[in-house]
T-cell receptor, first 113, second 116 residues
Framework: DGGITQSPKYLFRKEGQNVTLSCEQNLNHDAMYWYRQDPGQGLRLIYYSQIVNDFQKGDIAEGYSVSREKKESFPLTVTSAQKNPTAFYLC????????????FGDGTRLSIL | AQKVTQAQTEISVVEKEDVTLDCVYETRDTTYYLFWYKQPPSGELVFLIRRNSFDEQNEISGRYSWNFQKSTSSFNFTITASQVVDSAVYFCALTYGREYGNKLVFGAGTILRVKS
């Protein structure tokens, strides 16, 4: 079955450490997205990519970085510059048309040790 | 700027009650799309419905129905005869025009608790 796989499900970060969250999709979707979810705040867009080797900052990109070397993969790195990284991170993808709904992965919960 | 407001933070109902989740949006675009997503305890968001700005027909899907009113910029979601499995967080979202890269702006979500 096609879908989006996020790993790991739970991740712990030490002070000063960069961590990378994985997102892989086999839906042949063109566009991919990373969202951050905090309690009571809904989802906020971190980065998005509409095609391979291209990505744009979302509303809260500071302290995060991404790459899009393959259509299927859109990893997110939470750098040490992100001072409040504890949150639930969701990856999504869509065919790229404004009409199509985004499909979401199961999420990664990141906590600070 | 685009904005979605879900004023109800949390709703608790008893099974078999009807419940309506409110969604009010702001946009300057003439073409836009609205979505509802369900987030069960497992965490992933599940797509429920999409509506474009030119289609104001209400929609019914089983126990779910949606009321889209451009005049009041609202896209409300009603669950009839609620069940415990409906317990989840529900998000309303608004998409930008294509020149903005098909992004979504989400409301804060409404937590629905259905008690047996």
């Amino acid at each position: 079955d096609g879908g989006i796989t996020q790993s790991p499900k739970y991740l712990f970060r030490k002070e000063g450490q960069n961590v990378t969250l994985s997102c892989e999709q086999n839906l042949n979707h063109d566009a991919m997205y990373w969202y951050r979810q905090d309690p009571g705040q809904g989802l906020r867009l971190i980065y998005y990519s509409q095609i391979v080797n291209d990505f744009q900052k979302g509303d809260i990109a500071e302290g995060y970085s991404v790459s899009r070397e393959k259509k299927e993969s859109f990893p997110l790195t939470v750098t040490s510059a992100q001072k409040n990284p504890t949150a639930f991170y969701l990856c999504a993808s869509t065919k790229g048309s404004i009409v199509q709904p985004q499909h979401f992965g199961d999420g990664t919960r990141l906590s600070i040790l | 700027a685009q904005k979605v407001t879900q004023a109800q933070t949390e709703i608790s109902v008893v099974e078999k009650e009807d419940v309506t989740l409110d969604c009010v949006y702001e946009t300057r675009d003439t073409t836009y799309y609205l979505f509802w997503y369900k987030q069960p305890p497992s965490g992933e968001l599940v797509f429920l419905i999409r509506r474009n700005s030119f289609d104001e027909q209400n929609e019914i899907s089983g126990r779910y129905s949606w009321n889209f009113q451009k005049s009041t910029s609202s896209f409300n979601f009603t669950i009839t005869a609620s069940q415990v499995v409906d317990s989840a967080v529900y998000f309303c979202a608004l998409t930008y025009g294509r020149e903005y890269g098909n992004k979504l702006v989400f409301g804060a979500g409404t937590i629905l608790r259905v008690k047996s």
